[in-house]
């Protein structure tokens, strides 16, 4: 059973994610201000960190300070629920632009994924929140329907 990250595309397809999608939330009227001092090397980071999510090698982990870095970056920046839903957005939007595959399968489980973490990031943006910062880096897989789309 090949895992998301295998199905996506691997590391390419998830840095070309990535680019394309931290390139349209600077242009936006919304989120730009909210990325506005993100780093170059900030799509790259996002990308290994989604790619270890999915099943990948885990390189946000092994370079960069796992999920508790990842947590606090998001703590204290007051998210709203509408900027996360155009997070949310623009990241499909662009899952399409770079052709990530678009089988429901895989789409379902990758949904519930983003669904999930951008919840969770507007949580652990919120004054005075308690975070674990032990949690471990979730490992998502396929869901209810079990596998990878099959034709036939
Ligand atoms: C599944 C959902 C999400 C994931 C996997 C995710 C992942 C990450 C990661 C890995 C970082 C740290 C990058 C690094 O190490 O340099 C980060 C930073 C950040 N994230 Fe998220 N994030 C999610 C949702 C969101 C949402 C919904 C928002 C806002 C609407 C958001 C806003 C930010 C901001 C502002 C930073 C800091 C950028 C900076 O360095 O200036 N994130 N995110």
Redesign the pocket.
């Known amino acids: 059973m090949p895992s998301l990250y295998v199905w996506a595309g691997g590391a390419e397809a998830l840095a070309r994610l990535t680019e394309r999608f931290y390139e349209r939330v600077r242009a936006d009227a919304l989120?730009g201000p909210?990325?506005e001092?993100?780093?170059a090397?900030?799509p790259t980071?996002?990308a290994h960190?989604?790619g270890e999510?999915l099943g990948g090698p885990p390189r946000?982990s092994g370079e960069?300070g796992g999920h508790p870095?990842?947590v606090r970056?998001?703590l204290g920046?007051h998210?709203t629920e509408a900027?996360?839903r155009r997070?949310?957005e623009l990241l499909l939007d662009c899952a399409d632009e770079v052709k990530l595959p678009e089988d429901p399968e895989f789409r379902s489980a990758f949904v519930a994924?983003?669904e999930w973490?951008?919840r969770l990031?507007?949580i652990n943006s919120r004054e005075g929140v308690s975070v674990d910062l032990e949690a471990p880096m979730p490992v998502w897989g396929w869901g209810v329907p079990g596998g990878p789309y099959r034709p036939g």
């Open positions: 989120l909210v990325f001092r993100m780093s090397a900030h980071h996002v960190f989604l999510v946000y960069r870095e990842m970056h998001h920046r998210l900027q996360r997070w949310t994924y983003v973490g951008s990031a507007v």
